[in-house]
T-cell receptor, first 111, second 113 residues
Framework: SQELEQSPQSLIVQEGKNLTINCTSS?????LYWYKQKYGEGLIFLMM?????EEKSHEKITAKLDEKKQQSSLHITASQPSHAGIYLC???????????FGEGTQLTVNP | DADVTQTPRNRITKTGKRIMLECSQT?????MYWYRQDPGLGLRLIYY???????NKGEISDGYSVSRQAQAKFSLSLESAIPNQTALYFC????????????FGPGTRLTVL
């Protein structure tokens, strides 16, 4: 969706390296959701951000929502092969009715 | 047991056939959704339902229909399947009101020959 842009589309890193995935919205974000998907499988919920400037962490994954609430970043520290998969951001720009998803970022972590 | 289940997990069918994909949930959520995923296009919303009596079209509803048989069940039908409906289909559920998290099923891989 052009309403929500994710970058990069794909990323290949060496195990142990840090990386960042970005999600940019053309509209104000009432909520921003990060999911992870293993190839061909369902989406696993990671984190939800709601407030401008908010930051949440889960294990080695940190997500932030900027003050203007139009961009979020997902940062992985010391990546591992288990982090490999497709990361998708989902945006609520309509205050609770539905989500719009980005195209996803395919992450490969080489041992 | 999984909270959101989808059947079948894989299906191969021919052009013109009627297909039904089923979704069941044990999360007690009122809201249910159907998405399709295509390479390079991300997830796109087909239909969503906020309760048993409320059905809404998403961004790509043409060629699809849905039925909300109960709070826990939401089915997606392709009345006359065509090859460009080949995709990975996901069902999701969420609670009602305010901001919510959508929880996804494992997906159904549909191939239309």
């Amino acid at each position: 969706s052009q309403e929500l842009e994710q970058s990069p589309q794909s990323l290949i890193v060496q195990e142990g390296k840090n990386l960042t995935i970005n999600c940019t919205s053309s509209k104000t974000l009432y909520g921003l959701y990060w999911y992870k998907q293993k190839y061909g499988e369902g989406l696993i919920f990671l984190m939800m951000l709601q407030k401008g400037g908010e930051e949440k962490s889960h294990e080695k994954i940190t997500a932030k929502l900027d003050e203007k609430k139009q961009q979020s970043s997902l940062h992985i520290t010391a990546s591992q092969p288990s982090h490999a998969g497709i990361y998708l951001c989902g945006a609520d720009t309509t205050s609770g009715s539905r989500l719009t998803f980005g195209e996803g970022t395919q992450l490969t972590v080489n041992p | 047991d999984a909270d959101v289940t989808q059947t079948p997990r894989n299906r191969i069918t021919k052009t013109g056939k009627r297909i039904m994909l089923e979704c069941s949930q044990t999360k007690g959520h009122d809201r249910m959704y159907w998405y399709r995923q295509d390479p390079g296009l991300g997830l796109r919303l087909i239909y969503y339902s906020f309760d048993v009596k409320d059905i809404n079209k998403g961004e790509i509803s043409d060629g699809y229909s849905v039925s909300r048989q109960a709070q826990a069940k939401f089915s997606l039908s392709l009345e006359s399947a065509i090859p460009n409906q080949t995709a990975l289909y996901f069902c999701a559920t969420s609670e009602t009101g305010g901001l919510y998290t959508q929880y996804f099923g494992p997906g159904t891989r549909l191939t239309v020959l």
